[in-house]
């Protein structure tokens, strides 16, 4: 049974430590896939996987919605608000350890309570990032990433970094400053900029230039401070093409990285890649990801899932093994996530209101990351798809076609290459390779 508590209290009572019992458990709190020490392609499942649990959706959200109140109820609920956020990191380290996820990761107002001024704000935050230091230190468990809400208190409600009135862009340097400050207190790997009001609503009252110069100078600050005081992981943007505001300034992965670059800031910040963002931006998870890998931008990814008849960031747990294969094969064949980590931005639905549903659904994304792992390995062995793709593109190898590719004929000479040649029609083959995959996942 469970003997595993952080604080004074054990908040998941009957829960022990998660374990891996394979496909034919009917346990439902138990791995069936995930099995952390297993080697697949060279190393341990948990080591490619790098699995985080966010705090805001875990530990915070409610089951709040536009049309309902809370539907879920948590024990660590205190009418002190400094007591509750302690009450709190002892569940979620608790919660962290029994499920065996070695990374977590915060806004800081998910933490610490925003209290009702500045110095309040700071000396929360100071306070309970001591107490998170001392639980990382019992459990073992790290800092991923950690971020600031500049988004909720209604003073962003026509952005933060890019509001249109400076003292805004001042309270929100106060919220990256200290972030930064528990970063590096924290011994964390990443710090996430998402901007979910970094946008606008309409062109009638906004400078969209001028916005966009000032997020850069507002990152660029950021970086200099964060390097400045020790930090020396990656800053990401988490792109997102909407929601809250219209239209919001980093619309996808090819949108973020042109600003990365056009600002300067190439060598320090690298994408956190969402899949329901990517998907509500209308491409595919493995398509926000691949333009990340092709520009050497893939930092770090929040694992979750769309719902394919809504049009909205759902935030569902992932279960989809098709996506996790596509994006495991991406992500392999990067090396690996490096210093990010598969972190579960997702929430379990608003009726399900179990605490046991909290470990039920992460053990669901984990089992299926883990599958689309293994899948994308065997892929990788087996080389069919790898070889066909390169094939694709051997008329590029050598000759006039090498020399194209390094640069090397002008477009004259290109053009007497065109005049000579007699292109034939070349299937791209695209059933056959749909079809590959479904043998790579089932005929295992
Ligand atoms: C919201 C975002 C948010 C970021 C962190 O859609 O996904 O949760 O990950 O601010
Ligand atoms: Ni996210
Ligand atoms: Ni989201």
């Known amino acids: 049974m469970s003997d595993i508590f952080i604080g004074n209290q054990e908040f998941f009572k009957g829960i022990g430590k998660i374990s891996y019992e394979g496909p034919a458990s009917d346990n439902p709190l138990a791995f069936k896939f995930y099995d952390p020490k297993k080697i697949v392609a060279g190393k341990s499942m948990e080591d490619h996987l790098r699995f ?16 309902g109140k809370a539907t879920m109820h948590f024990p660590w609920n ?5 007591v509750a956020a302690k009450k709190k990191a002892e569940a979620a380290f608790e919660f962290f350890t029994k499920i065996g996820a070695p990374f977590y990761a915060f806004h800081d107002i998910d933490a610490s ?36 809400n500049l988004f909720s208190h209604p003073r962003y409600m026509n952005g933060a970094a890019s509001n249109p009135d400076f003292p805004v862009v001042g309270r929100a340097a106060l919220q990256v400053k200290t972030s930064l400050d528990v970063n590096v207190s924290l011994g964390g790997l990443g710090y996430t900029f998402w901007g979910g009001r970094e946008g606008y609503m309409t062109l009638w009252n906004t400078d969209t230039k001028r916005e966009q110069d000032h997020l850069g100078t507002f990152f660029r600050m950021a970086r200099d401070y964060g390097r400045k005081i020790g930090f020396t992981g990656t800053f990401y943007i988490e792109p997102k093409p909407m929601e809250p505001s219209k239209h919001q300034y980093d619309y996808d992965a090819a949108t973020a990285i042109a600003f990365i670059k056009d600002q300067g800031l190439e060598n320090d910040f690298k994408c956190n890649i969402e899949n ?6 209308g491409h595919s998870f493995a398509h926000d990801l691949q333009v990340c890998v092709d520009h050497g931008m893939l930092g770090s990814v929040d694992a979750n899932q769309g719902d394919a008849q809504n049009g909205w960031d759902t935030d569902e747990f992932p279960t989809n093994v098709y996506e996790t294969t596509e994006a495991m094969l991406i992500i392999l064949k990067n090396g ?19 605490l046991e549903d909290l470990f039920i659904s992460h053990i669901g994304g984990m089992d299926a990351f883990a599958l689309g792992l293994e899948t994308a390995a065997r892929i990788i062995d087996d080389g069919k798809i790898e070889t066909f793709k390169a094939d694709r593109y051997k008329s590029f190898n050598s000759g006039d076609g090498k020399a194209f590719e390094d640069g090397k004929i002008s477009l004259e000479k290109l053009a007497e290459i065109g005049k000579k040649a007699d292109p034939k029609d070349i299937s791209g083959k695209q059933e056959m390779l749909n079809n590959l995959v479904n043998q790579y996942l089932f005929n295992r």
């Open 276 to 281: 329901n963002h990517a998907t509500l931006a």
């Open 113 to 148: 309570p925003e209290g009702e001024t500045a110095a309040e704000y700071e000396a929360n935050y100071i306070e309970v990032a001591a107490y998170l230091k001392k639980l990382q230190d019992q459990t073992g468990v790290k800092l991923l990433w950690n971020t600031s």
């Open 78 to 82: 205190d009418s002190d608000p400094m």
């Open 52 to 67: 985080s649990i966010a705090y805001w959706h875990s530990f915070c959200a409610d089951g709040t919605d536009p049309f």
């Open 336 to 354: 690996g996530l490096h210093s990010g980590g598969l972190n579960f931005d997702a929430k379990r639905r608003r009726n399900s209101t179990d």
